[in-house]
């Protein structure tokens, strides 16, 4: 096996082949994402949002938290675009920073979910048998309750802030990152290359990580985008019913809480935060419909 | 070289038979098909029950049978991707279905597999040069840093142009994928070679390449191989040896000169004769044999020898007596009741 005789078939040169560019099914993916105006206007939307989340401390016009009693509810002018709250606080400010929020909130959720589901859901779709049984079972129990009042249940057992609240919904989430991720695992491993994978002597460990997870990660990818979105919302309702964010933080819910409050001397004040909430979760939206779209023209061609 | 000119040459320089390096024995393998409340099997299909084999290096032992005759789940035993219900797989010395763990995953170099279909056998998210030398890295053999070396090496070697080290396997042709999964399966030096089918998701014309590629790398490494197919021709033109498998046995085997020349189970015959014929004259003189019907279902097998239900010379005997596999001559053994009562009717 060590001398090579010399090759008598003729060597196989894809002429036609080195022609076409060589790409992987990720690059292809992502270059018809960014073909997509709609998927780069979330993207750009959400770029803005990360600089403002970053640059907050140094672009806001007044310190978000510098109360002026004497100019509450001032209504937009040219000193305070987006008006003044209850305490006189800049509303633009309080935006800015609560975008921070807006950012952090759902890749807590998000990661916690990934955390706990995606590792299951990968051992489950290759080894089947007892674990994807038990993983399969638990996931239907959680999924049948309320994720809120799940997220709310835990809340009392980790107590309020922003980080616990996100961990819960990161726990009433996992269940749905679980079935997607387990789904496409169970259809991956029964591809002769896993049995490839296994025939040379991989272990589980590089089974799972080299050759199951890459093939998983696009409807992966899209189930995280689109978890993004809800657990924004999911981060909002908490913080209005006061179990997420915690005074003098804000979000963007609890800046709603508080408007909600004084809808009658300010009717204004839900405008900015619902705006700003309703506009990012379409963002998380559009970008998880692209995807799902991109990748599923890739898997036609 | 003709395919004929590599076979002559590879068979005339082996006819001592050495020692086998690959032995299986009772192998038997059923799948549950349906359980009751409690969840105990009431329905198993029995895919393989009771078949041995032994190959030595060098020699290639072709399994031929009709789909569901299970020889697809006896290349799995033999590769152990599937645990037997039952017997010994014995690679070098070593035996296969006792080791686990981290023993298994070693024993593994000694014995790879060619898969049947070129197009789902490579990581769609891997390069060419990653496949090939992936089986290196995982043991130990090379760093990551040699892999697109290695890999290029190993192409040459199964006549690829080494430039496809960073390609994917969706620029690739069924051919040039199959050539890159033989790479694959070689790149650590097994002992032995198992190939389920591993033309029959090709084109004709790129069929007899890759068997041409498989018989010089085996004149080369000295693999003993095991060839799975369904097709008669493949096996009479690469195999050695040959043994001829009906819903889970094999009912005659033997040198494959010896068994193609001289069928004696009336399966064999029927396979045989079904071989299209290129000498009009030789097809209009032979005789042809048709069976009734499909096979059994491999679920509820019919008593005694499991061809009785479809011979044409099975006699009452055959439902009550499962015939063993018996010699005919030296190497030849067939397991049939009637072996020596004259023609097929």
């Given at each position: ?108 959720a998000v990661g916690t979910a990934a955390v706990i589901g995606v590792p299951t859901a990968l051992l489950a779709g ?9 993983a399969?079972?638990l996931a239907?129990?959680v999924m ?26 990161g726990i009433a989430f996992a269940p749905s990152l679980f079935r997607v991720v387990r789904?496409?695992a ?30 998983v990660?696009?409807?992966m990818?899209?189930q995280v985008?689109?978890l ?74 | ?345």
């Open positions: 096996m060590t001398t090579l005789s010399p090759a008598p078939v003729p060597v196989d040169r894809p002429v036609a082949a080195s022609a076409l560019p060589n790409r992987s099914p990720m690059r292809t993916a992502a270059r018809a994402f960014f073909r997509s105006p709609a998927a780069l206007s979330a993207l750009a939307f959400l770029a803005l949002l990360l600089f403002l989340a970053v640059a907050a401390p140094l672009v806001v016009p007044y310190d978000p938290a510098a109360q002026n009693l004497a100019n509450r509810f001032s209504g937009p002018s040219a000193e305070h675009w987006l008006g003044t709250d209850e305490f006189g606080r800049d509303v633009l400010s309080r935006m800015m920073t609560a975008a921070q929020i807006a950012l952090v909130a759902p890749l807590i290759l080894r089947r048998g007892a674990i994807d049984a038990v399969g079972r239907d129990a049948s309750l309320p994720a809120l009042a799940l997220a709310m249940a835990i809340i009392a057992i980790l107590g309020p802030g922003l980080v616990n609240s996100m961990i819960a919904v789904g496409a169970l259809a991956t491993s029964r591809e002769t290359f896993m049995e490839s994978a296994e025939s040379i002597g991989c272990t589980t460990r590089r089974m799972v990580w080299v050759h199951l997870l890459p093939n990660a696009a409807p990818l899209v985008t689109i993004m979105g809800v657990a924004l919302l999911a981060e909002a309702g908490l913080s209005f019913i006061g179990l997420g964010v915690q005074p003098p933080d804000s979000s963007w819910g609890s800046m709603l809480a508080d408007a909600y409050q004084n809808q009658f001397r300010d009717p204004f004040g839900a405008v900015a935060p619902g705006a700003a909430l309703a506009l990012t979760v379409l963002c998380f939206n559009v970008l998880g419909d692209t995807l799902r779209d991109v990748i599923a023209a890739g898997r036609r061609a | 070289m003709t395919n004929a000119d590599v076979v002559a040459v590879a068979k005339a320089g082996r006819t001592a038979e050495p020692e086998p390096v690959l032995s299986a024995s009772g192998l038997v393998k059923s799948f549950p098909l349906r359980r009751n409340l409690l969840g105990r099997v009431t329905e198993r299909l029995h895919a393989v029950d009771g078949v041995d084999l032994a190959v030595a290096p060098g020699r290639t032992l072709g399994v031929v049978g009709e789909s569901g005759s299970g020889k697809s789940t006896v290349g799995r035993i033999v590769a152990r991707l599937v645990r037997p219900d039952a017997g010994r797989v014995v690679v070098a010395g070593r035996d296969l279905t006792e080791v686990r763990g981290e023993e298994l995953r070693r024993a593994r170099a000694d014995l790879q597999m060619i898969f049947q279909n070129p197009w789902s056998a490579l990581d769609p998210t891997k390069t060419i040069g990653h496949a090939v030398a992936e089986p290196l890295l995982v043991h130990g053999r090379i760093g990551r840093a040699d892999m697109a070396a290695a890999a290029a090496e190993l192409l040459e070697r199964v006549a690829l142009d080494p430039g496809l080290v960073d390609r994917y396997p969706s620029m690739l042709s069924g051919g040039q994928r199959q050539r890159v999964c033989i790479a694959r399966a070689l790149a650590v030096g097994p002992r032995v070679l198992i190939a389920d089918e591993p033309t029959s998701a090709l084109d004709l014309s790129t069929r007899s390449e890759i068997l041409n590629l498989l018989l010089r790398l085996q004149d080369d490494g000295g693999q003993a191989v095991v060839l799975i197919s369904h097709d008669v021709t493949t096996i009479k033109h690469l195999a050695h040896r040959v043994a001829v498998m009906y819903l889970g046995r094999i009912v005659e085997d033997g040198p494959v000169d010896e068994v193609m020349g001289d069928p004696r189970h009336p399966y064999t015959r029927v396979l045989l004769s079904a071989v299209p014929q290129p000498d009009p004259e030789a097809a209009a003189r032979r005789e042809r044999i048709v069976v009734a019907g499909e096979p059994p279902s491999p679920v509820d097998l019919p008593s005694g020898c499991r061809f009785r239900t479809r011979c044409p010379i099975a006699v009452a005997e055959c439902a009550a007596v499962d015939p063993a596999l018996t010699a005919v001559t030296g190497q030849h053994r067939v397991a049939c009741l009637r072996e020596g009562s004259g023609s097929l009717g």
